[in-house]
Nanobody, 126 residues
Framework: QVQLVESGGGLVQAGDSLRLSCAAS????????VAWFRQAPGKEREFAAT???????YYTDSVKGRFSISRDNAKKAVYLNMKSLKPEDTGDYYC????????????????????WGQGTRVTVSS
């Protein structure tokens, strides 16, 4: 089972950029699909972006063109580059890993993921 630790959150203004990092330990990282989920205050956690073992990516519509997910298997890390941030991007961002995903699969449901980090908070002011 891989362990995940997120970092990089903070307070930014609308239009700014931010880069989140997810560091993994344990497990064989390149056998995991990894995703970012987010949870806005008072709302349910939602899917934001995922990257397959093959390196393919998929995004929820609200972040397409603004967010970019990438992975570095040698460093056991996944990144979420966020630009043109909006106040509605505010929330806790969680990294999650799915060790049962096939090579090309892009899981988008939280139930697909068995390993979760503790989250990092992003606050976008208007």
């Amino acid at each position: 089972q891989v362990q995940l630790v997120e970092s990089g959150g903070g307070l930014v203004q609308a239009g700014d950029s931010l880069r989140l990092s997810c560091a993994a330990s344990g497990g064989t990282f390149n056998t995991y699909a990894v995703a970012w989920f987010r949870q806005a205050p008072g709302k349910e956690r939602e899917f934001a972006a995922t990257i397959s073992r093959a390196g393919a990516t998929y995004y929820t519509d609200s972040v397409k063109g603004r967010f970019s997910i990438s992975r570095d298997n040698a460093k056991k890390a996944v990144y979420l580059n966020m630009k043109s941030l909006k106040p509605e991007d505010t929330g806790d961002y969680y990294c999650a890993a799915d060790g049962s995903a096939s090579y090309y699969r892009l899981p988008t449901q939280s139930s697909d993921y068995t390993s979760w980090g503790q989250g990092t908070r992003v606050t976008v002011s208007s």
